[in-house]
């Protein structure tokens, strides 16, 4: 969740890019850096570790200028070193990035045989490097960063900068949230608002897809068509809290939109995108790290939806480690006195580590001798320190009490524990590890893309708001989202809603299916999802509103009438869970907006539960 800032200024940028920096700290980072035009040509200073360091170079070695960007870098690819530091040069270029450019090992080899040679391991360098091309060739800025910006696949946010230019910089978004913020005499560019907030309250969002040419005194903004399109300009409350809803309706809107940036930021902490493979980055006892390959089972305790984020990730750790998993709400296993297995590893998830039924049942463990992991989104929570291994999940501040990004982050974590445990256990070759690490790191894109379901879903929340049951079915890995789904909808609608195994539903839950209820399906076209079509035919043979949530093959083949279908895109099934878990939120969370509910608090509830 690296951190952008950008000034095209009248006055000396370098010392302001710093400390708009400072604000972007919360997010995360292991190295920083600054660009700015000096007589004529770009110049940089960059450092490895915090602001501080960055300052200090700055202060033996001052770099004027009047137009800058600037950057906080979580490593993804290449290690944090200041060789991998943005800003990134190419030829007149400098360039800082937030995101994952998937295909950048295509285009590193493309642009390797053009000619270019690449100083640093990240996958920002291709980009510096596709833009020069372009000006090479005889585009100007705007058509050079244009045309390269076409060529990239993943997410993304990007600031450009040019040395023929003193007063221009390019910015573009695709996933991670970029801003411009309007000045007297200047204009600004950063990762949000709060980064802004010393210059200006003035601030336009650039929607998924834009990019933006901005000069000293304008901006023009194009959509993903190259067409102009106009922004509206929001009054930001950035400098008088931490966190701000952004052009959001609610706290919990803006977190959703958040997920593709978070769940690479996350990804980041797990995977080396280099090598295709995970690497554990365990910020507990490292004295004691977890030993995968000898485990003889694991226990995950969680609630609410950090139990399902542990639920999905039974079927994953089961198939592709072959490791048995007992699952278990916390507040029931803290009194079942469960037999443990010696040489276990008993894993707990919670957004907060404050969670108090999760707690109870982490002493419990740890008293029987367990070693104790947990997955958490606060490093110095209380079951964080508790525990001989963390895996912290990086979602950010999440405000909103029904769990969003923090769940696709933890989603995230497990899938890439599972993938760990498999290499460890020789269940997966390095053949299958570099695949699936593939598909996973493409999780960032995928979410992006379903997010651009929205209006569709909005659309279905309006007939949904008038019901009083809903019913969600689902199988394997779609089962525990499923379940997911109906929480979330409990939560934020009040509409009594349950979910079942798909297969269990002649077993009794058909039993209240008629031509007012509505049933929610959830099934991507997989190795199952014959069974699943079986399962949706009951339902319509006895009337009810099928709302299915799949991919194009699966609508094709699903062979029957539903009341509406939200098509996905093609995914692998790794990722499927991480990904399908937006329309859930989104269904539920606009369902709600349509009854007029508090979203982001709603009643009874609380986002961290530190009483029993």
């Not at 100083?119 to 090479?136: C, I, N, Y």
């Not at 696949?153 to 801003?179: E, N, Q």
């Not at 909808?489 to 509409?495: G, M, P, R, W």
Request: negative net charge; hydrophobic residues 40%; proline residues 4%.
């Amino acid at each position: 969740m690296c951190g952008i800032v950008g000034i095209v200024g009248s006055r000396s940028v370098a010392p302001l890019i710093v400390d708009a920096l400072k604000r972007l700290e919360y997010r995360g980072y292991d190295s920083a850096g600054v660009a700015t035009f000096v007589d004529g040509k770009l110049d940089r200073r960059r450092a490895e570790g915090k602001l501080v360091n960055l300052e200090a170079r700055l202060a033996d070695d001052p770099l004027p200028g009047k137009t800058g960007i600037g950057h906080t870098r979580w490593a993804t690819h290449g290690a944090p070193v200041e060789v991998n530091a943005h800003p990134h040069f190419s030829d007149g270029v400098a360039v800082v990035h937030n995101g994952i450019i998937e295909n950048f090992r295509e285009l590193r080899e493309e642009l390797e045989a053009d000619g270019f040679s690449f100083a640093s391991q990240t996958d920002t360098e291709v980009v510096a490097h596709l833009v020069a091309k372009g000006l090479r060739d005889g585009l100007d800025a705007k058509g050079a960063a244009g045309a390269a910006v076409s060529r990239l696949r993943g997410a993304y946010a990007l600031a450009i900068m040019f040395g023929g230019d003193d007063g221009l910089i390019v910015g573009a978004r695709h996933g991670p949230p970029l801003a411009i913020g309007h000045g007297g005499d200047e204009m600004y560019l950063g990762s949000d608002a709060v980064a802004l907030a010393p210059f200006t309250n003035q601030i336009t969002y650039l929607e998924d897809g834009d990019w933006a040419i901005v000069r000293r005194h304008s901006v023009e903004i194009f959509d993903a068509d190259a067409n102009p399109v106009e922004r509206k300009i929001d009054v930001s409350t950035g400098a008088a809290i931490v966190v701000d809803k952004g052009n959001h309706r609610h706290f919990m809107h803006k977190e959703m939109y958040e997920q593709p940036e978070v769940i690479g930021h996350t990804l980041a902490n797990y995977v080396d995108f280099n090598e295709q493979a995970v690497v554990l980055r365990d910020s507990g006892d490292a004295s004691n790290p977890v030993d995968f390959a000898g485990l003889p089972r694991l226990n995950i305790t969680a609630c609410g939806t950090a139990y399902l984020a542990g639920f999905v990730s039974k079927y994953w750790f089961e198939r592709h480690a072959r490791l048995p998993v007992d699952i278990d709400v916390a507040s029931e296993f803290r009194y079942r006195e469960a037999p443990l297995q010696d040489g276990g590893l008993s894993l707990f998830i919670s957004q907060s580590g404050e969670t108090a039924d999760t707690l109870a049942g982490l002493k419990y463990c740890a008293d029987e001798g367990q070693h104790i992991a947990s997955i958490v989104n606060v490093r110095e929570s209380t079951m964080a320190r508790a525990s001989h291994s963390v895996f912290p999940t990086l979602a950010g501040p999440e405000i909103g009490v029904a769990s969003t990004k923090a769940f696709t982050c933890q989603l995230t974590v497990l899938a890439s524990l599972a993938i760990a445990t498999g290499v460890q256990r020789g269940h997966i070759d390095r053949a299958t590890e570099a695949r699936l690490v593939g598909e996973l790191s493409e999780a960032p894109r995928y979410a992006t893309d379903a997010l651009k379901m929205e209006e569709q879903i909005r659309t279905l929340a309006h007939d949904l708001a008038g019901k009083k049951h809903v019913l969600y079915l689902g199988r394997d890995t779609n089962y525990p989202l499923a379940m997911e789904g109906a929480l979330k909808l409990k939560e934020l609608s009040y509409i009594h809603a349950e979910a079942y195994a798909a297969g269990e539903l002649k077993h009794g839950p058909i039993a209240l299916v008629d031509d007012e209820m509505p049933v929610v399906v959830i099934a991507p076209h997989d190795r199952i999802f014959e069974k699943t079509v079986s399962n949706m035919q009951e339902v319509a043979a006895r009337g009810g509103q099928i709302i299915l949530i799949t991919d194009q093959r699966g609508a094709e083949e699903a062979g029957m009438e539903t009341s509406r279908t939200i098509i996905m895109p093609d995914m692998p099934e790794l990722v499927t869970p991480i990904v399908y878990s937006v329309p859930v939120q989104m269904l539920a969370y606009h369902t709600a907006v349509h009854m007029g509910t508090d979203v982001d608090q709603p009643r009874n509830l609380a986002k961290s539960v530190t009483v029993e």
